[in-house]
């Protein structure tokens, strides 16, 4: 299957500043990215779904304004999260979908922690 | 609507004990079901699938049947090994969107 990395793994920020999650590809082109949300001992949450060279699109309740989205290639996919506060704290998933077969790959996860 | 509802962990099971996850679902139209598995300190991976009602899917001793009279996808393995720990998730997808149930917790002792 589709190997799938997101950088950073953990971060740390305070209040008030933008955070940025890159979610690539690492051996296959995805035209389809998805973000999620995980809360501790909950599912993961749809947050969007990212179209390369397209807006995406987002869930509702989702503010497009605070969780930017930007798929600018076939293989990489970023979510920005803008002047971050302690409610935004949370385990952030990207996942490449593979239409043909109907399979998601998954990256590691990327902890956000907001002082 | 469309949604998965699994049952609460942890589940902690002794090494070659039965397993059984509960996963019910809703759902409009006909969605395809997973199973999927996340390790500690991984990615979910994919475990297991079905597409269509009375479908069996089955990987690494695991099995799950889509059942669309119970609206049911029940995770099972016949004997767990230590190294099945782990946080077990059901989903399903449908009109484009994946849907995932809370996850369960799976302990298994030596």
């Known amino acids: 299957g589709a190997v799938v990395s997101q950088h950073p793994s953990r971060v740390i920020c305070k209040s008030g500043t933008s955070v940025k999650i890159e979610c690539r590809s690492l051996?296959?082109?995805?035209?389809?990215m998805f973000w999620y949300r995980q809360f501790p001992k909950q599912s993961l949450m749809l947050m969007a779904t990212?179209?390369?060279?397209?807006?995406?699109?987002?869930e509702q309740g989702v503010e497009k304004d605070k969780f930017l989205i930007n798929h600018a290639s076939l293989t990489l996919s970023t979510l920005t999260v803008t002047s971050a506060h302690p409610e935004d704290s949370s385990f952030y998933i990207c996942?490449?979908?593979?239409?043909?077969?109907?399979?998601?790959?998954f990256g590691p996860g990327t902890r956000l922690t907001v002082l | 609507g469309n949604s998965v509802t699994q049952m609460e962990g942890p589940v902690t099971l002794s090494e070659e004990a039965f397993l059984t996850i509960n996963c019910t679902y809703t759902a409009t139209g006909y969605p395809s079901l997973f199973w999927y598995v996340q390790y500690p300190g991984e990615g979910l991976q994919l475990l297991l699938k079905a597409t269509k009602a009375d479908d069996k899917g089955s990987n690494k001793g695991f099995e799950a049947t889509y059942r669309k009279e119970t609206t049911s996808f029940h995770l099972e393995k016949g004997s767990v090994q230590v190294s099945d720990s782990a946080v077990y998730f059901c989903?399903?997808?449908?009109?484009?969107?994946?849907?995932f149930g809370s996850g369960t917790k799976l302990n298994v002792k030596p």
């Open positions: 990212s179209n390369e060279g397209s807006k995406a699109t987002y």
């Open positions: 996942s490449l979908y593979q239409g043909r077969y109907n399979e998601q790959f």
């Open positions: 989903a399903l997808h449908n009109f484009n969107k994946f849907y």
């Open positions: 051996d296959f082109q995805a035209t389809t």
